[in-house]
Structures are given as structure tokens and as C-alpha cells.
């Protein structure tokens, strides 16, 4: 294990990178398994423009295969439920997008809040001119939030915070979420962890054990969630957490879904030998 940090206020944190081996090896014959993945910086490498992210091919066909193991794979994205599918193609999951607020299970089953009274148009054009002496600050319109993102230039860091600290308060429907290189505007019933308790609760599976790989501040709420269900919280890189477990980096993540896919299906063959005293055969 690799030693990062403390936290700033001088309080001890463990705050140790393990290999993907290492979490690999807490999973037992016993439970079922259920697989909460975030998507950038989880799944899909940063960029400069959020448009030109992508989740490697590797990475979503290891997804299809958990998948076919009768593994249940939610993605809970800061992104929109449509732009999350897209960066997922052929991968028929459910999307618990903007944060948690918009959660897709099928093209017939959402379930949203009610959000007809938060005049996002409004909001969209108020940061518009906010924005005009900063044109390396980037707005993405996610339709029931507005994002603000610094990435371009991440000294504009504070401008983009306080941009959106002054127009919150003409929108109490709304609160500020901050990420990485991104503040924005998003309705307050958005939220990761009531998210997946919402996912948990309408799938019903028995004696589940969730897991949850995030990498963002956004994240928190969820593995917060995910440790009262005695689950497995993973942080991606540094930072201060609530998560049990730390992988380096989303080459790690990679790594920890293929190696998840591999201990699923052995669990599932010693079953298989175990009830009927032959060999399961998983493609």
C-alpha cells in the first residue's frame, strides 16, 4: 500500500491507495452483490471538454459481462440520464443521473421530482451574463441543472464559485454542488445516497451487498449510504473521504471491475459444484 496524506486539520485519516486484489479478496459465497458505478473519473478519463469524455471499450465490455453474471450495474452520474446512456452504448442499465435526481430504469420508468416551477431557462441565461468577462468559463445546460465548469482554466476557480453563490439565491429550489473543475446549480432534492437507497429499494434484491466506486466530492452522500449498509464505499485518488477503500486511479478501477468479473464467476461455479456437484459453465 502506498501512503498518500492527513487531512488538513491535522486529524489522522487513513488515507492508503489498496490494490484492486485487496478488496477483491473481502468478497464472500454468501452474499449478492450489486454494483453502483460513477461514471467521470470513475469510468471515464477527465478531459478538458466534458463533450469529448468517453468510457474505454475494455471498461464497457468488462460491464457486460458483470452484467451477464446477473449482476446488477446502476450508473449514479453527475451527468443526464440521455448523455449518461450515450457514454454506456449497448449497455442497458439504470441511470440515476444529475446526481441522483433523475433516475432511468427503463424507457417507460423514470422517477423525477417535480422541478415545474424552477424556471431554468431563467437560470441558464442569468449565468450566461454572469459569464461574459470569463469565456474560458464553459456552461453546460444538463436541463434540470446548469453546470459551471473551470477546467479550462481552473485559476477561475473562486469567479466561477462566486458567480453561482450570488444567483442562488434567486433560486431557493436550488443548491450548489461542487465537483472537480465544475460548480453548479442543481435542484435540492438531488442527492447520490438517497439515490441509491431509491435504486435498492425498488430493485428488491435479497441479502444484497452494494458497492459503490466514485471519485468526486458529489460522491460522499453515497458512500456515506453505502457504509450504513455495511457495504463497500471506493474512493478513486486523493482527497478526504467517508469511502472504506482508495484505488489510485481509474486504470485501478478497470483493473478491480476485471477481477471482480473473474471472483463473481468462480463464487458462482463452487456454488454450482457445491448444490449439484458439477461444473458451471459461465462464457
Known amino acids: 500500500m502506498n501512503s498518500q ?37 470513475t469510468l471515464a478519463p477527465f478531459q478538458i471538454n466534458p463533450e469529448q469524455s468517453f468510457i474505454p471499450n475494455t471498461t ?7 452484467i451477464k453474471l446477473n449482476i446488477p450495474v446502476i450508473a449514479v452520474t453527475g451527468r443526464d440520464v440521455d448523455t449518461a446512456c450515450k457514454l454506456l ?26 422541478l415545474s416551477s424552477i424556471n431554468f431557462k431563467k437560470l441558464k441565461q442569468d ?17 434540470y441543472s446548469i453546470a459551471l ?15 453561482m453563490h450570488q444567483i442562488n439565491p434567486d433560486y431557493p429550489q436550488l443548491k450548489i454542488n461542487r ?25 428488491d434484491l435479497p441479502a ?35 469511502a472504506k477503500y482508495r484505488l489510485k486511479d481509474i486504470d485501478n478501477v478497470l483493473d478491480f471491475l476485471l477481477l471482480f468479473q473473474n471472483r463473481i464467476k468462480s463464487l458462482y461455479v463452487k456454488n454450482s459444484q457445491n448444490q449439484n456437484g458439477e461444473k458451471l459453465c459461465l462464457n
Open 5 to 41: 496524506s492527513t487531512i488538513s486539520d491535522g486529524r489522522e485519516k487513513n488515507t492508503y491507495f489498496v490494490t484492486p486484489d485487496d478488496i477483491i479478496k473481502t468478497l464472500s459465497l454468501d452474499k449478492n452483490y450489486c454494483l453502483f458505478l460513477d461514471i467521470d473519473g
Open 60 to 66: 464497457l465490455e468488462t460491464i457486460k459481462k458483470i
Open 89 to 114: 452504448p449497448s449497455i442497458e442499465i439504470p441511470v440515476a443521473g444529475l446526481h441522483g435526481l433523475d433516475i432511468y430504469f427503463s424507457s417507460d420508468h423514470y422517477i423525477r421530482p417535480d
Open 127 to 143: 449565468i450566461i451574463n454572469s459569464c461574459e468577462k470569463y469565456p474560458k468559463l464553459l456552461i453546460e445546460d444538463k436541463g
Open 149 to 163: 465548469h473551470y477546467r479550462k482554466n481552473p485559476n477561475l476557480e473562486n469567479v466561477a464559485i462566486n458567480i
Open 179 to 203: 465537483g472537480k473543475f465544475v460548480v453548479e446549480l442543481i435542484p435540492n432534492q438531488a442527492d447520490k445516497g438517497r439515490a441509491i437507497e431509491t435504486i435498492l429499494n425498488h430493485l
Open 208 to 242: 444484497v451487498l452494494p458497492i459503490f466506486i466514485g471519485d468526486d466530492l458529489t460522491d460522499e452522500s453515497g458512500f456515506t449510504y453505502i457504509n450504513q449498509q455495511s457495504g463497500l464505499s471506493i474512493k478513486v485518488g486523493p482527497g478526504e473521504t467517508q
